[in-house]
């Protein structure tokens, strides 16, 4: 059984550059969720993806966006990045429907904007 | 607004003490609440649920309604148990977890 991944695990961009997370989902995963943890925060929620559509979003700006693959691994897009957007950002993925709640998380992409 | 509180960032305790860390919530409805751990340079995962009722390497959590609370319980800590637990609440709309800011448990020998 493969656990999730995520790509890069560091990343520093200035401030107005667009960025891309990669994220590949546990086997046997059709849903991916998304989350940034700032520093000394727990995770918030950003969006989910199911059979590569959009499944719930949380409070962000439409500058945050993602995609889902036929192989269900997804990315994470940003683009006029914030100072603000620096944090870890946590890709989990889980079951559909009611085995949700049992998400899987790799082990998260750390971006700092300058 | 649905949301996870965590009164305290941080709790020491010694090995063998009890512990017990805090967690409301405010939901409308009826709310499924969780606890993810995070062990020291390890991934986030899930300890428990509220619905299965089960105890995981000790630890358990009632779920009260009338007090909104979820706190999870260890009668003895062990220095294993030091990570940082955070309590989660899903999202009566798809599978959105909402994290409370996460608890920092140091049990010292």
């Known amino acids: 059984e493969t656990g999730v991944t995520q790509s890069p695990t560091h990343l520093i961009k200035t401030r107005g550059q667009q960025v891309t997370l990669r994220c590949s989902s546990q086997?046997?995963?059709?849903?991916v969720s998304w989350y940034q943890q700032a520093l000394g925060q727990g995770p918030q929620f950003i969006f989910q993806?199911?059979?590569?559509?959009?499944?719930g979003r949380g409070n962000f700006p439409p500058r945050f966006s993602g995609l889902q693959f036929p192989n269900y691994s997804s990315e994470l897009n940003v683009n006029a990045l914030e100072l603000d957007d620096s944090a870890l950002y946590l890709c989990?993925?889980?079951?559909?429907?009611?085995?949700?709640?049992?998400?899987?998380f790799g082990p998260g992409t750390r971006l700092t904007v300058t | 607004a649905q949301r996870v509180t965590q009164p305290e960032k941080l709790l020491s305790v010694f090995k063998g003490a009890p512990v017990e860390l805090k967690c409301n919530y405010s939901?409308?409805?009826?709310?499924?609440l969780f606890w993810y751990v995070q062990y020291s340079r390890q991934r986030l995962q899930l300890l428990l649920r509220?619905?299965s009722r089960e105890s995981i390497k000790g630890f358990t959590a009632d779920l009260n309604k009338g007090e909104t609370s979820f706190h999870l319980k260890k009668p003895f800590a062990q220095e294993e148990d030091s990570a940082m637990y955070y309590c989660?609440?899903?999202?009566?709309?798809?599978?959105?977890?909402?994290f409370g800011q996460g608890t920092e448990l140091s049990v010292k020998p």
């Open positions: 509220h619905i």
């Open positions: 939901y409308s409805g009826s709310p499924e």
């Open positions: 086997s046997g995963h059709n849903t």
């Open positions: 989660a609440l899903k999202d009566n709309q798809g599978g959105k977890l909402i």
């Open positions: 993806y199911y059979r590569e559509e959009e499944n």
């Open positions: 989990a993925s889980s079951l559909p429907g009611p085995l949700t709640y049992e998400q899987y």
